[in-house]
C-alpha cells in the first residue's frame, strides 16, 4: 500500500506541474488570437459604437494587462473556480457540467462498444489466423481504420434516416415529445444507435487490429507453449494465458484513446447535432468564448492525467509483475 | 539494406503492393489534375445538382454546378502536399527533439520530455482546431498545426531508438575515436534508426491527411484550395438532395488513407521484420 | 393640426386596406377587445404549445443587453416595446396604446396601456418607461442610445403618459420603439444597479405574454404563458419551445417531421426551400421582415488601391451577375438591390441608374484606368475577407473569385471567425468583404449610417467601414432627417439614392429575403412587420 500512495503521489506532483504549464501556455495561446469577445458581441448585435465595446472589455476584465489577466485566472483555477463566460452568463463549471453527460454517456457507450467487439474480433480473427474469417475483420478493421469518421457518420445518416427511415438523424431526443420514464431512455437510446456505432467503428477497427497483431506475438511464446504441453484447453489457454498478456498493448492505447475522447467528439458531435462538450468547444472557438475555451482545455487535459493514472493501475492489477512505485 | 532485397520483402506483403498501386494512381490524379480539368475546379461548368454519370459530369455536379470529379483530382494535390508536408515538418521537429533527448540524456532529456508531455496532454484535434481558428486557415497555418500535434509520438521513438544504440559499442567506438556529437548523431545513430522512424512517418501521412480532411470538413481549410474535407463539409446539408457530393470525395479520402496503411505495413514487414505492429496510437 | 390616432378611427382605416387582402387575423390580433370578434369555425382557442427552432442560441435573454436576432425572437415575447408595426410600416399599439406628435415634430406624447403588470406582479407604469429610455437603454444599448440622445427631455406627466421632447425635429423618431431598439425594462429591479451584472439577467421580467420556465443550454428554453397578461384571454397558447438545432440538415428534417414547427431567418438552408414549401404540413411567407429590411452587399475599402475609383468600383458591379446569386446561390430567394434603400422602406427610389452584367463595359472601364491585364490575364490582386456566416456566404465568396477572374482581378479568399471578421472590418484591414445591414423601417435609422462621412469611426462595425465620403450626400442625409415635410423629405432621400448609386460605394446585391415557414396547425403567426420577433399573444392553435 506504501507503494500505492508513493505512486499517487508522485503522480500528483507531476500532473500539477503540466497542468499548470498547460494552463499558462493555453491562456497565452488563445489571448493571442485576433479579435476578442466584446468584437464578438458588438459583431453580433448587428451595432456597436466604441463606448459599448470599451463597456464590455471593462465589464470582461479584458482592459487590463495580460499578466494581471493570467495571474487572476490562474489564482481562480487553483480554487476550482474556471471562470464565467459573459457571452452566456454561466459559470463555465455550469456549463460544463450541463454539457457533461451527454457527452459522457455517448463516448462510453461507443468506447464499451469498441473494446468489446474489437477486442472479440481481434482475438476471433488471430485464432483463425489465415483463414476467410481473419481475411474478412481483417479488411473490415482496415476500411474503418482508414475511413474519415464524419463520413461514416454522414453515409449513416444517409442510409439509416433518409433511405430507411429507421433512425433518427440528430440529437438527443425527440423535441418535444414530452416522453417520461421507460419511454424517454428507449427515445435516447433510439437517438445514440447511429452516433455510438459511428464513433465505435473507427475505435473498434483499433481495438481490432491491435488485438489480432498482439495475439499473434505471444501465441508463440514459452509460457504459452508450456501451457497446452500442460494439455489445458485451447479456451483455457486463449483467454488465461494469451489474452491476458496480448491485451496490455490494447490498455495502453486504450488509455490514451480514453483521455483523447472530448477532441474526437468535436466531430462526432457535429455530425449528429449532439448537445455535448465537443461541440460546445467548436462553438467557444468561433465565438471566442476564451473562458469556456480554457475551461475545456482544462479538464480535456485532466481526463488525460486521470487516464494515463487509471491505465498504469489497470496495468498492475493485470499483470502484477509491474511494480507501480518504480 | 540493398534495395533488391527491400523490394523483395515488401513486394511479398500482397496488400502492401495493393496500397502502392492506389497511391500512384491518386499522385498521378493529383500531379495531371490540370491536364484532365483544365478549367478550375471552382468553376461551374455545368447545372447544378446533377447526378454522377451525366453529361459532362461523371461524377455530378455540386450546389453551384461545380464538377466533382475535378474537385478529387485538385484535391488529391492538397490532401497529399499538406498531409507530406505536415509529416516532414513533425519528423524534422519530433526526430531532432528525440535524438537531442536520448543522446545526452540527463537534464536535457527530462526537460525534453516534459515538454513533449505537456503536448501529449493536451487532447491533439482539439488543439489542431484552436490553433488553425486562431491562426486563420490558410496552407500554412493548416500544416503547421498538424505538425505540433505530431511530432511527440516520433520524439519519443527516436529518444527509444538514440538511447539503445547509445550505449552499442560501434557508437562507443565512435566517440573513444573523438569524432564530435554532431558526427556520432548524423553519421552513425541516426541511420541505423531510420528504419522504424519511416515506418511511423509513413502513417503518420495517413493520419495527417485525416486530419487535414477534418479540419476541412468543420470549415477550417484554405478557402483557396478545393480540398476533399471541404467537399463533404460543403455537402452535409445537401445530403438529402445529393448523396454523391459527399459519397465520392470521401471515398477518394478512405482509398488514399488505406493505401497509406498498407504502405506503411509493408514498410514495416521490410524494414523491421522483428518489430512489432504496435498500432499508431 | 395635432396629429391623433385614435383607436377607432384607426381601427376602421386598416380594416378598408386589410379586409381585401385577407388578413383579418392581423386587425383581431392587435385590437380584439374592441371589435366584436368574428370568429370562424375553427377559430381562436386556448391551449397547445409551439415549437420553435431558434439558431444560434441566444447568449442571455436581457433584450436590452443583446440584440441578435436569436434573443430578439425569444425575448419579444417577454419583453415588449412601446410600439410595433404594420407590414406597411405603420406604427401599432403594443406598451402604448395610443400617441400624439405635435405640428412642429418635437414632442412626441405617449399614452399607456393600463393594468400591464411585470411578470413579477408589479404595475407596469410610465416610470419605467422613463427609466429605460433615459437610463438603462442608453448606457447597455447602442442603437437606442443613438435614438435617444434627440432627446431633450423624456418625462412621465402621470401614471400612463410618457411625453419626449426632441432638441430638433426627427421624424424618424417614431420608429424607434419596436421591442428590440427599446424594449421597457422594469425600473424596480435595474434601478441603481449595475445593469449588466444584475443577476436579474438570468431570468428576464418583462411584460410579455410569455415568461420564461426553464433554459437548458444547448437543448430548449421553455416560455409558458403570463397568466396575469393585459389583454384578456390572451395568450392562446400554453407556452412556446425554443429548440436548438445547431445542424441545418437537421432542421429541415425537424421541420417536415413536425418536430417543430417554425423557422425563420437562415434557418433552412435555401437550397431546402423548394423541397419544403411542398410539404404538406408548412406554409411558407417571406413576409414578416419589412421593418428589418436587409440588404446585402460586397463592402469595398475605399482607402486600397484601385478600389478608391468609382470606375473600378462600378466595373464590379458589371461583372458580378446578381441574378445567378439570388437564382443559384440564394435559389430564388430575395431581389436583386438597384441600391442602398430597400424596395420595402417607404423613402425607396426607383430612378435610379441601372448596373446589368456586362463584362465588356466592366472591361472597358478598367481598361480606361490603365490598368491593364498582364501575361496571366491579371490586372490586380485583390482579397476577399469571406464573412464567416454560413455557408451561403461561402458559396458566394467562390462565386464572386470566380466572376471578378474573368475582369483580370485575382482573387484570394480569406476565412475568419466572426471575432476576426469583426475586427479586421471595423479596423479597416480588408480589400473586400460580404455585408448584409438591417434598415430598421427608414433611412436615418438603418441606412445613413453606411455612408455618411461623419460615421467613419475606427473601430466600429457596421459604421461606414468603406470609409466612403461625399459630402452632398452627406448634406442629403442630414436634411432629410430632420425635414418635417414628407414631400421634401422624400426628394432629399431620391436625390441621395441617384448620387449614392453612381457612386458605386459598395456593390449591392439582394434586397434579402428570409423564408419563415411555420406549420400549418398554428395561425395569426405572422402579422406584423416584425414578424417572428413579435409577442405571439393572437397565435393560436387549430384543432386536429
Redesign the interface.
Known sequence: MAGLARFFGGRLIKAVAILFAIVVMNFLLVHA?????A???????????????A?LRE?FGLDRPLVVQLGTYIGHVSTGDLGFSY????PVWE?LV??LPATLVLTASAFALALVLGIGLGTLAAVHAGTLRDGAITVLALLAYATPIYWIGLMLILLF?VRLGWLP????E????GLTGIAHLADIAKHMVLPVATLGLFYMAVYARLTRASIQEVRDMDFVKTARAKGLRESTVVFRHILRNAILPVITVAGVQAGQLIGGSILIE????W?GIG??AF?A????DYQVLLGIFFISSVMVIVFNIVTDLIYSLIDPRIDLAS | MRSKTFWQAYARNKAARFGLVIMILVVVLGLFAGVLFPA?P???VNA?FLPPLSDGALLGTD???RDIAAGIAYGARVSLLIGMTSTAVAVVVGVTLGALAGFFGGWVDDALMRFTELFQTIPNFVLTVVLV?IF???QRSIISAIAIVSWPPLARLARAEFMSLRSREFVQAAMTTGQSNMAIIFREILPNSLSPLIVSASLMVATAVLLESSLSFL??????AMSWGYMIG?A??????AWWMSFFPGLAILLTVLALNLIGEGLNDALNPRLSRQGKA | MRQRCPQGHRYRDRLRFLVPIGLMALVLGVQAWLATPVMAADGPTRGG?M?IIVQ?EP??LQLGL????PTQMVAGKIYQGLLTYDQKLNPLPSLAKSWDISPDGLTYTFHLQEGVKWHDGKPFTAKDVVFSTTKFLP??H??A??SFAHCETITAPDDHTVVFKLKEPFPSFLYAFEVSAAPIVPAHIYEGTDF??NPA??TPIGTGPFKLQEW?????IHLVRNDDYYKPGRPYLDGI?F????????R???LESG??DESQYNDI?P??VA?LKKAPNLEMTTAGYEFDAPVSWIEINHRVKPLDDKRFRQALMYAIDRDFIRD??WFGLGRVATGPVNSRTRQFEPDVPKYSKDLAKARALLDDMGLKPDANGVRTHLRFL?M?YG?TW??L???I??SLRQIGVDI?????????????V?NWDFDLTSNF??QYGDPALGVSRTYVSSNI?K????SNTMGYSNPKVDDLFAAAAKENDPVKRQAAYSEMQRLVVEDVPVVWLLEMEFPTFVNKKFKNVITTGLGVIDSYDEVFMVKP
Open positions: 488570437a485576433p479579435g476578442d469577445p468584437t464578438v458581441m458588438a459583431g453580433e448585435a448587428g451595432a456597436g459604437d466604441a463606448q459599448f465595446v463597456q465589464q457571452r452566456q452568463q454561466k456549463l450541463q454539457r434516416s438523424a440528430f440529437g438527443y425527440t423535441v418535444g415529445a457535429t455530425v449528429f447535432a448537445p461541440r460546445l462553438e472557438v468561433l465565438q471566442r | 478550375s471552382w468553376d461551374m447544378p450546389t453551384l454546378g481558428a486563420t486557415p490558410s470549415g477550417l481549410g484554405d478557402p483557396n460543403s452535409r446539408t445537401v445530403i438529402r438532395q | 404549445t415549437n444560434p447568449p442571455i443583446n440584440q441578435q436576432a448606457e447597455v447602442p442603437r442610445r443613438a449588466r451584472n439577467n438570468a437548458v443550454k444547448g437543448s430548449f419551445y429548440r436548438v438545432i445547431p445542424d441545418a440538415a437537421s429541415a428534417l425537424a418536430q417543430v438552408e437550397f431546402d423541397s443559384k446561390i469571406v464567416p455557408e461561402q458559396r465568396a467562390e462565386f473569385k470566380v484570394t479568399l480569406e476565412n475568419t471567425d466572426v471575432a476576426g471578421w469583426v475586427q479586421k471595423s445591414l438591417y469611426r473601430g466600429v462595425m457596421f
